[in-house]
């Protein structure tokens, strides 16, 4: 039986987590097919077929289905997924909304978080912010996952040349209407995409000092992110949380600045490739697991570091 | 207008838990359990739309061990009126639970359910869409401001790219963000209070709800360690180190 993945799409492009969960597909066995549901959607399906592995791409170009609202998106793919056996959408604020709703649907188990594939039903998936790794097994028929990007590489943009074909859309339900969005807008590379991460914690101190740490981000093209403690104080909106309960993150190169490194931050970025932590307190947690681990006062050790990558 | 709150316990998030050393799960005998912490956003949002007088009654509805009172009494020293507890010792899985919430929605007939967005110990995130989905309510999850209208309510959510608000036709369930509310701490008097509002106590089968596992998890191991790497000197050592050794600038 084939296998669908959920595609995430925002104003004509798929979302680069789509091609993460599409890598996760082809390890099942089975066909690839993608689920292109929105409103004028050609852009987005034509960029889905072209993705490396997927043979199919399913499209269903309705209003209702603009704002991607789970009671709309849920029964849609509820109606499709008894001709698969794996239904897969990013661990994404959208597949995380959308996905359980489905699974419900067909009352099935959603098994979340995947980061690797043992075999076509069984899955490991990190419990305890990251503190132990579960293998589970499903018994149900259709297996609904939610795949963490960081677990999968990204399947190949382009070279694919899958067929589109249309799905029947679902009865339009109106409990649900998006009134609008307050998107951050920024300059520099979407977190969990950024090839570097510079994270700001407590130790920033102020909203206003975090521009000490945005100062390092754009001297190194980073993405910008912070520890929960740092939101929790209001220094940043939440959008840049790094953690359990907001992103997970397995950059290149993470620097972890005036972060002490409790057990939740580390569950969204112990993944990465180098880690680096400035941190004035030598006992910090966050030591324990950086390549580079720099004793300092951030306010003076960040500027100057910006000084000295600018050399 | 009713509300309905579900609690869940879950070992204190203060503590670091370990895996047993024959892979079979966590070792959680004996540790401080409390409240999920996402869980006690949502009691206190629920909470403070009674003393706004948005709703009129809170109801909490907790499941699992019988230990779970403790959990139901924390919210109702928080301010829930009464609470609900579905007793069993069996494991009990997310689409399990959204089920049981099910039929107790049935039976109560709130106009908002609230609930946590995920707990902190299987980190699913999942029963309360679920729970919408079982029940054809809308849903507004991770949420981070709530306004309640007549016929509707408002949800800010908290969304990957920032911020999005949804408005729901009532009734509704909305999960609890970390940045809705601060809960409030329980105070003595109120705890003493607590002692004596109603607790109803239900079993899985009194509610003619399945709730076999779908899951089986066949091990639980310790995750790939990261070893502490080496302290740099200064500045111009660590930006070297980056460049020559690490290569990644």
């Known amino acids: ?311 | 207008m009713k509300i309905l709150v579900a609690v869940k316990r879950v070992v204190d998030s203060n503590i670091k838990v370990r895996v047993k050393a024959d892979g079979s799960g966590m070792e959680t005998a004996n540790l401080k359990m409390a409240m999920n912490p996402f869980d006690e956003i949502a009691v206190e949002e629920a909470v403070r739309l009674k003393e706004a007088g948005s709703a009129t009654e809170v109801v909490a509805v907790s499941m699992g061990p019988g230990a779970c009172q403790e959990t139901l009494r924390s919210a109702m020293a928080m301010g829930a009126d009464r609470s609900i507890l579905v007793q069993t010792d069996a494991d009990l899985q997310p689409l399990a639970v959204a089920k049981l919430l099910a039929a107790i929605v049935k039976k109560e007939v709130p106009r908002v359910v609230f609930l946590g967005k995920q707990a902190i110990d299987d980190d699913s995130n999942q029963t309360g869409q679920m729970l919408a989905a079982l029940i054809d309510w809308p849903q507004g999850t991770f949420a981070s401001k709530v306004k309640l209208a007549d016929g509707n309510v408002e949800v800010t959510r908290e969304i990957d790219g920032g911020l999005e608000t949804v408005s729901l036709q009532l009734p509704a369930v909305i999960t609890a963000d970390l940045r809705l509310n601060t809960p409030r701490y329980v105070t003595l008097p109120n705890i003493m209070k607590a002692k004596k509002k109603p607790m109803e106590t239900l079993r899985p089968e009194d509610l003619g709800v399945d709730i076999a596992p779908r899951l089986k998890t066949l091990k639980v191991t310790d995750p790939p360690s990261r070893k502490a790497g080496a302290k740099v000197a200064d500045v111009k050592e660590l930006v070297a180190k980056l460049r020559s050794e690490a290569k990644v600038i």
């Open chain 1, 1 to 311: 039986m084939a296998v669908l993945v959920i595609a995430e799409h925002h104003n004509g492009r798929l979302a680069a987590a789509t091609l993460n969960t599409v890598t996760a597909a082809t390890q099942l066995g089975g066909d690839v097919h993608v689920l292109v549901a929105g409103e004028n959607i050609a852009q987005v399906a034509k960029a889905a077929a072209q993705v490396g592995g997927v043979a199919k791409v399913r499209t269903v170009d309705a209003a209702h289905y603009k704002d991607a609202l789970p009671e709309n998106v849920a029964p849609l793919v509820a109606s499709i997924a008894k001709e698969y056996s794996h239904v897969l959408a990013p661990a994404t604020t959208f597949g995380k909304n959308v996905s359980p709703r489905a699974a419900a649907l067909l009352d099935v188990a959603q098994i979340s978080d995947v980061v690797a594939v043992e075999s076509a039903d069984t899955f490991v998936r990190p419990i305890y912010a990251g503190s132990a790794m579960a293998t589970v097994q499903s018994s149900d028929a259709i297996k609904v996952i939610t795949v963490r990007a960081t677990g999968f590489d990204a399947a190949a943009a382009g070279g694919g040349s899958a067929s589109v074909e249309p799905v029947t859309a679902t009865a339009p339900v109106d409990s649900a209407k998006l009134l609008g969005q307050e998107l951050t807008k920024s300059e520099r590379p979407e977190l969990t995409a950024a090839r570097i991460v510079v994270s700001g914690g407590r130790g920033v101190g102020s909203a206003e000092n975090f521009k000490v740490v945005a100062a390092l981000a754009d001297k190194l093209g980073a993405a910008l992110g912070a520890s929960r403690a740092a939101v929790d104080a209001g220094f940043v909106p939440n959008d840049y949380q790094v953690g359990q309960t907001g992103k997970i993150v397995a950059p290149e190169l993470y620097i972890a600045v005036g972060i002490s490194g409790a057990i939740q931050h580390l569950a969204g970025m112990k993944d990465s490739r180098v880690i680096v932590a400035i941190n004035k307190d030598a006992d910090a947690p966050i030591f324990q697991v950086a390549d580079y681990g720099l004793v300092a006062d951030l306010f003076q050790a960040v500027p100057e570091m910006v000084a000295e990558l600018g050399k």
